[in-house]
């Protein structure tokens, strides 16, 4: 079988138990979700679900089906053109040596976000591919601790 990495764009009523209820198919049937991030729809009642996930076709067409059977769903897209994009943080003591990080930092849409006297954070926003690459070039570092974001999507 070949697994597929698919991202899933979901629209839906903004009320509560969705999310429970949108996590609750995937683990009642054993699918896996390799991130999830919601966000409000500004001036509509809706809120946009960003799924990623992985399987077979027939998995990816099943998740869709039943997405597509939940009440509080307005629209399910998966099928579609996505910009995708995930931020992740790093935490790299300053007593490392720092030299070229700027030029990481430039390769791949990151900046410092944060320091003080003894640690600095840096972000990075980039597409997922490009986030893996930065995370195996970021360990010359050797960060003290890192926390990646979900993609976030958006159908052309």
Known sequence: MNSIRRV????VTDEHGVL?????????????IDSLTVA?????????L???TSGDERV?????????K??????????????????VLVKIALGENLAGLDAVLKAYNGSIANSDDS???????????????????????NPID???????????
Do not use: W
Request: hydrophobic share 45%; net charge positive; glycine share 8%.
């Open 20 to 32: 429970s209820r949108i996590s609750g198919l995937f683990a009642g049937r054993g699918y896996n």
């Open 40 to 48: 409000p729809i500004p001036n509509t009642g809706l809120s946009r």
């Open 8 to 11: 899933i764009s979901v629209v």
């Open 60 to 68: 990816i067409e099943q998740i869709t089906k039943q997405l597509h």
């Open 119 to 141: 640690k600095i954070v840096i972000m990075a926003c980039d597409d997922a591919d490009r986030i893996d690459g930065f995370l195996k070039t970021i360990k010359k570092y």
């Open 70 to 87: 939940l009440i509080p769903v307005y629209k399910v897209i998966e099928d579609a053109k996505f910009v995708e994009k995930e931020m």
């Open 50 to 52: 960003s799924i990623v």
């Open 146 to 156: 890192i926390v990646r974001g979900g993609s976030v999507a958006l159908d052309m």
